[in-house]
């Protein structure tokens, strides 16, 4: 007798063909896979699709900006996450020129400690100098083992340059760790900043103009030359554009060792919302694109040139995001952990016939496998950790900023119908989420150290 059996769903991983199985829970890991399965709990899964828990490797939960701080915090923002079907978070450090990654990390630790479902982080290094290399190679005996750079945000101190991160690039390929990079070039948005009329910055619509799709090809491609001289291991966050597309084909060409991310609201939105009068909520850098660049995003995820979906979910509220004459003044960040997996079926699954073993490797197996967390996560294998998401491919729903758990008071998906709901949530074998209730505990996730 097993502690919980998941019977008669759809098993989907990326890994295999979608079997139908039952699927047994001993304590907090899959103990088998079979018929006839028989447990304490039990839980009906017959005309649903079982898969592992989503992996958002890109969130920021209570994230200091722009003299306020990101709407959600961990417990919020893992609570909205479960209800998501998302069973593991990747979250930042908050780095600064003064404290050390270090620090940083057992900073960032405590904040985290209320999460509802498990959390890796990646280090932001911010103020790189040559004495910092101790502190990447302690990051990694933290169990902190991708560390990521700015290629922008100059004024704010966050930009690394290109020299000093081939330097560090060199320390991250010798430890065998992952550099993730932010890509926009500053050279480009700051000429193109200088090039803009006053009367420019009152419209969001420049926002699109100065970080366009050459700022991030010329980023993309930098890193890529860098990465390969210095023989680490690339990737590149949240690619959103057709140009950076190309830059990233072309650097994978020559170089294998790089991966990269888009997310929901790139595939989903265009900059076109700019200019509504509630245009200023979809500050986000990058900006969001054309409807060309979102069908070539489209087009690189089946052809698996993108490796994974994350969400970069950072959610302010319509006040935190008020219009104050100017589009600088936004903090940018859109909310999005919770409505990953369902957009992600409706629009990719169900709308554009992506195969949902496919949607499986981009949500969750190949985020685990580049951040050093497979097979305890991303898989339905025995000996994996429990974390399972079991979607109704038959409800259809209305995502609005009201029925969602998110800290927030607007969603950009607002009004959007979506087939397919998260029926429940399960985290290391425990039912946090089942049929509309939440029924996780603060404080119950658990850290997940990497190793390179
Ligand atoms: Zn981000």
Known sequence: MYDVVVKGGKLVSGFRETIKADLAIKGEKIAAIGDDLDGKYVIDASGKLVMPGVIDAHVHMELPVSGTRSSDDFSSGTKAAACGGVTTIIDFTVGSSKSTIPEDIENRLREAEKSHIDYALHAEVIGWHRSRSQEILKAAQMGVTSFKFFTAYGSSGRRTDRGALFEVFQIIGDLGALAVVHAEDEEVINYLMNALAEE????????????????????VSDAIYLAERANARLHIVHLSSALGLEALKRGKSFYKNVTAETCPQYLLLTQ?????????LYSASPALRSPYDLEALWD?????ELS????????????????KGNFLDLPYGLPGVETALPLMFSEGVIKRHLPVGLLVKLLSENPAKIYGLFPKKGALQIGSDADIVILDP??????????????????????????GQIYATLSRGEVIFEKGSFKGREGRGKFLRRSC
């Not at 690189?300 to 698996?304: G, S």
């Open 272 to 280: 076109d919302v700019y200019e509504n009068t509630d245009g200023h």
């Open 394 to 419: 038959n409800e259809e729903w209305t995502i609005s900023a009201s029925n969602l758990h998110m800290n927030t008071d607007f969603s950009p998906f607002e009004g959007l119908k979506v087939h």
């Open 308 to 323: 994974m979906i994350a969400t970069d979910h950072c959610p302010f509220t319509r006040e935190q995001k008020t219009w």
């Open 200 to 219: 420019e910055l009152k419209n969001m619509v420049s926002l699109a103009k100065v970080r366009p799709p050459l700022c991030e090809a010329v980023a």
């Open 300 to 304: 690189a995820l089946y052809n698996e």
